[in-house]
Nanobody, 120 residues
Framework: QVQLVESGGGLVQPGGSLRLACAAS????????MTWYRQAPGKERELVAA???????NYADSVKGRFTISRDNAKNTVYLQMNSLKPEDTAVYYC??????????????WGQGTQVTVSS
């Protein structure tokens, strides 16, 4: 059974930091690209940061220089370190695991989300 369980969200003041974690199970973690998305109220879900199974990380322009994505394949966990948080970072953050099969079809798994609120 595939599971992605996010943790680490909460309420933080502007300028503060949070570290999100997403623990994965039920699939070959190292073979999947891992991505953090977020969705703010009334807005579409957007990509925040991605780390492929091999290769370079990718970030949304809005978080470059403030957020860092990393993965620990030994622990089947992906992290999102968020520094210098702003009120506009307030959203539900979702973890995604994805890969494209040789036949072209995609496997995509999602976590349940964790709320991040940046407010004074």
């Amino acid at each position: 059974q595939v599971q992605l369980v996010e943790s680490g969200g909460g309420l933080v003041q502007p300028g503060g930091s949070l570290r999100l974690a997403c623990a994965a199970s039920g699939f070959t973690f190292s073979s999947y690209a891992m991505t953090w998305y977020r969705q703010a109220p009334g807005k579409e879900r957007e990509l925040v940061a991605a780390v492929p199974s091999a290769g370079m990380t990718n970030y949304a322009d809005s978080v470059k220089g403030r957020f860092t994505i990393s993965r620990d394949n030994a622990k089947n966990t992906v992290y999102l370190q968020m520094n210098s948080l702003k009120p506009e970072d307030t959203a539900v953050y979702y973890c995604n695991a994805g890969r494209r099969r040789v036949n072209g079809l995609r496997d995509d798994y999602w976590g349940q989300g964790t709320q991040v609120t940046v407010s004074s």
